[in-house]
């Protein structure tokens, strides 16, 4: 039974040591200073909090913020590209809106009609409604030929 109970603090301080060896084979020995004592000794002091200490950060300056003149004439050139770019792709997209919904496109090709006939001839201009309603009498053929004053005069006069 005691070889048991001191089975299992030996291994932890092994495993401890182990630990140790590589934890420190592992750092870097520029960065940091090496303590003194043995490497369980260390171990302990790095798991204290009061011997931890703040990482070192570089604070940024306004010049790390701020676009060098370089960097300035890129994007103007980018931007200036990219308008230009927006706007033929536009004028293009346009063009081709316009092609497609022409009207002479969407008209079926045996229904075309060449610019160079001649228009259909007008119809005879029928009476509306209300001309023929107040107009009970359908006019004749003669009637319709435009008379002269001299025929005018020429009537007998009604009495």
Known sequence: MKTQSLALPCALVA????ASFTN????DSATEPQLPGNPLTRMMSGLNPMNWQMPKL???TMSTFLPTSDEK???ITKKDSLVDEVSTTAKKSW???K????PMRLIPA???QDSQTSPAPEPKQQGGFFSNLFSPFPKSEDEEVNRS?????????VR
């Open 99 to 102: 092609e497609t919904l022409n």
């Open 73 to 75: 004439e890129r994007v």
């Open 58 to 60: 570089k604070m940024p």
């Open 15 to 18: 495993a401890m040591m182990l």
């Open 149 to 157: 004053v001299n025929e005018f005069l020429k009537q007998e006069p």
């Open 95 to 97: 063009q081709r809106t």
């Open 110 to 112: 045996g229904f075309r």
């Open 24 to 27: 420190a084979s592992a750092q």
